[in-house]
Every structure is written in structure tokens, then in C-alpha cells.
Nanobody, 119 residues
């Protein structure tokens, strides 16, 4: 069984930093795209950043220059370094990955981790 486990959320003051991690485990053959989404109360889930296996990245405009996504293919892990955090970054952050396993593949989500940025 494939699963994604996140860690690293918390409470931080505006201007501070947090680092999120998400590790995939199970009978994994390969992972193509890995990404981070977030959902604030009353809002739709939105893509924050994504990275493909070769390293090409994509960012939501409002986080460019502040957030950095990276992955360790050997560890099946994706990271999100968040700097210069703003109150509007407050949300539940979800890890996402399209995983190919022996016998199939699919889209997987982590359990979510709360990020709260105070004024």
C-alpha cells in the first residue's frame, strides 16, 4: 500500500520560515510529479508548487521567490522550504504525488499539515 506522510507544519510569525516534508512509502516503482497544494478556510484547494522527476519546477505566482520545492528521488521525498511567510499563506498544506507501483498507478494525497502565520 502506498502512502504519503507529511511533517513540518506549525505556527510562525510573519516573516518567518517553515520547511515541510513529505515521504512516500510502499511498493513504489517511480514517482513522476510531486507537489504541494494548500487549502484555506472557505477557499478551494490550490497548487502551490510542483516538481517533476527531472527537477523542473512550477510555482504559484504569489509564492515565487519565497518558496522553494525540492525532491530527493532516492528517498521518495519532497520538500517545501517556505521563507518570508505572510498571514495569507495560512492554510492546510497537502502533499500530492502521481505514483507508479508494481501493477498500477495513481494519484495520492498526504493527510495535510496546518501552517499558521500570525501577524
Amino acid at each position: 500500500q502506498v502512502q504519503l506522510v507529511e511533517s513540518g507544519g506549525g505556527l510562525v510569525q510573519a516573516g518567518g520560515s517553515l520547511r515541510l516534508s513529505c515521504a512516500a512509502s510502499g511498493s513504489i516503482f517511480s514517482i513522476d510529479v510531486m507537489g504541494w497544494y494548500r487549502q484555506a478556510p472557505g477557499k478551494q484547494r490550490e497548487l502551490v508548487a510542483s516538481i517533476i522527476r527531472g527537477g523542473t519546477t512550477n510555482y504559484k505566482d504569489s509564492v515565487k521567490g519565497r518558496f522553494t520545492i525540492a525532491r530527493d528521488n532516492a528517498k521518495n521525498t519532497v520538500y517545501l522550504q517556505m521563507n518570508s511567510l505572510k498571514p495569507e499563506d495560512t492554510a492546510v498544506y497537502y502533499c500530492n504525488a502521481f505514483i507508479t507501483y508494481y501493477g498500477g498507478g495513481g494519484d495520492y494525497w498526504g493527510q495535510g499539515t496546518q501552517v499558521t502565520v500570525s501577524y
